[in-house]
């Protein structure tokens, strides 16, 4: 009666599922006693040809031991998350000039990170906000203290003039006001507006007594600005103000797993995960917290509908891994009681409305025919999107959407002329190369010789007129939409060249606009930063001395080609074998 962890393979060796037991003997049978056993563990069993088994002294031991061989093999049956989204954070560097920076991953642990996000788009626009407020800097200058002597000539950049920086590399300002500012920068960023504003206005009247009514002024801007953000904050716990709460509902093959990320008593995120093929609804939550932890920092409080099997060893897996005491608690009354009962119901509501799609794809078509008065089912759909740096890279997609559902062999990419620079130049040029094509290919009725039932693009009114204008001859007929976005970056509704519809959103048409129009923008981000890092790879291959295997050595340092356009002089000199004199010429050329 052994602790230890336990291998399903499939009959050609493949390992389908890797799990964890207090008794191993006991675990492993009920896999083969046939009462009350759920479709998905007949599923697993039914493609179990062999067993393998590691026995371990303690449950601890069993739980980082699966954690390993889950990371090695991937087995198709335990729950994987994938998000090809990522997660994103503030990054509190250390030092005496701290700065606050967007991040993708955790690298240096004597950085503070605030997160982790799932919208990077959230996380770069509260930074922004962050840094204007407190009028902190965004470059990479170096920073002088009031009583330092500085380089002569030395003039504060844009952002000075039009006060949203204090320019410390000018001496503008002192140390311990920029820390002070920082600090402030930091509360703000995890949710602390009501403490701060207090902050400030005690030192407000402090600087106003001194009759320091410049200082007085500055502090007051800073209050009416965190006043007009604070209005926009949604406070839903007073106890516990750090914590997240977890829950899940499973049905049929699926199950949907909720995270409510609440921190400063303000809920500030929400993550979504659907999990196909979770063999045992008992171990279910157990398995999603692992793999969930392993990706980011927890919280000091976790907060469960439901009591989990290995809670002690979880606890001292934190504790190990993070070296941070996180307390898991079941919610049984009050204030937790509704957190969780608000976060079961979204993950039983996103599950039915996921599976409530995946069913009626042709209901879904008939309905939008209603909405859009067409004159058939829109069988096949086209959808479009630009994306550029500037005047750089400018690109190009096209995805397809065959029933509903996405036809990945029939998308396309385009390279938009470097001489465009505007979204509806690109999309123009874009769809009239599009339709070119049709007319070399329409007797095929494969790729570019089909013809699409309608037309989406991601963009408003001024992208549909755009198209319209190149849409010659059969594609006359096509009708066009835009699927518009609110200031957040959210899909709203459609608009086309004589109207405008809303859009109910727990409507499935809805969804599959949603769906539309995430596919399109990731394909075409994607390829923009496809090409941005072939091009960046160019560039550092162009500079005397570096070769092919450095270009790989630095990628495998900063772990991503952004990360090297963005890093700072210090960070290249920390490679090995890079010298001081190489890492200042990539620095400047790059």
């Known amino acids: 009666m052994s602790p230890g962890v336990y291998m399903m393979k499939s009959a050609c060796g493949e390992i389908i599922y890797v799990g964890k037991a207090r008794k191993l003997r006991n675990r492993v049978s009920q896999y083969f006693i046939k009462k009350n056993v759920s479709l998905k563990t007949e599923c697993l069993v039914s493609n179990t040809s062999d067993f393998s088994y590691v026995v371990t002294s303690s449950e601890f031991e069993a739980l980082v031991l699966e954690c390993s061989l889950i990371k090695n093999y991937l087995p198709r049956y335990n729950i994987l998350l994938k998000d090809d989204k990522g997660y994103s954070y503030i990054r509190v560097t250390g030092g005496i000039w701290p700065r606050l920076k967007f991040a993708k991953n955790v690298d240096t642990v004597n950085d503070e990170y605030i997160g982790p996000y799932t919208s990077s788009w959230i996380v ?46 000018c001496g503008k300002i002192s140390n311990k006001e920029f820390i002070d500012s920082t600090v402030s920068a930091v509360k703000f960023l995890k949710g602390s507006s009501r403490n701060l504003i207090k902050e400030l206005n005690l030192k ?32 839903v716990s007073i106890k516990i103000k750090d914590q997240d709460v977890i829950s899940f509902c499973i049905l049929e093959d699926t199950a949907c797993f909720e995270v409510f990320k609440i921190r400063n008593g303000s809920l500030i995120d929400e993550e979504v995960f659907f999990v196909n093929f979770a063999p045992s609804e008992n171990f279910a939550l157990d398995e999603f917290i692992t793999r969930y932890y392993e990706q980011f920092l927890p919280p000091s409080n976790i907060t469960l509908e439901i009591e989990l099997q290995s809670k002690e060893v979880l606890v001292k897996w934190f504790l190990d891994k993070y070296s941070r005491k996180v307390s898991i608690n079941v919610a049984r009354r009050g204030e ?50 630009v994306s550029n740096l500037g005047a750089e890279d400018n690109v190009g997609c096209m995805v397809v959407f065959k029933n509903a559902k996405p036809l990945k062999s029939a998308y396309k990419k385009f390279k938009i002329s470097d001489t465009v620079r505007n979204d509806y130049k690109s999309m123009r040029q874009m769809v009239s190369r599009r339709v070119l094509e049709y007319d070399k290919l329409k007797n095929t009725g494969v790729g570019f010789g089909k013809m699409p039932d309608i037309i989406f693009v991601d963009g408003g009114l001024g992208h549909v007129l755009a198209i319209k204008k190149v849409l010659k001859k059969d594609f006359s007929r096509v009708k066009v939409f835009g699927i518009k976005k609110d200031k957040k970056h959210k899909t709203v509704g459609l608009v086309s060249s004589t109207e405008e519809i809303q859009m109910v959103k727990t409507d499935c048409v809805f969804l599959l606009l949603e769906q539309i129009q995430n596919e399109v923008h990731r ?33 495998r340092h900063f772990g991503s080609v952004e990360k090297i356009k963005d890093a700072e002089l210090k960070e290249f000199e920390a490679v090995s074998g890079l010298s001081k004199s190489l890492a200042k010429k990539i620095k400047a050329q790059i």
């Open 523 to 555: 394909f075409t981000i994607n390829y923009n930063r496809s090409k941005r890092k072939n091009k960046l790879k160019s560039e550092l291959l162009s500079i005397k001395g570096i070769g092919p295997k450095t270009v790989q050595k630095l990628i």
């Open 336 to 385: 937790q009681l509704r957190l969780v009962n608000l976060c079961k119901n979204n993950a039983q509501h996103n599950l039915l409305y996921r599976l409530s799609f995946k069913k009626n794809r042709y209901t879904i078509l008939d309905e939008l025919k209603k909405i859009l008065n067409l004159n058939k089912k829109p069988e096949y759909i086209e959808a479009y999107d």
């Open 124 to 169: 770069r626009n509260s930074l922004d906000e962050a840094l204007k407020i407190f009028k902190l800097p965004v470059c990479n200058r170096n920073f002088y203290d009031t009583n330092e002597p500085k380089p002569k000539n030395l003039r504060p950049c844009l952002y000075f003039y039009i006060k949203q920086c204090d320019a410390p590399c």
């Open 204 to 235: 407000m009247i402090k600087a106003a007594k001194k009759l320091d009514f410049e200082k007085a002024e500055k502090l007051k801007s800073k209050i009416l600005a965190l006043e007009n953000i604070k209005k926009k904050q949604n406070v």
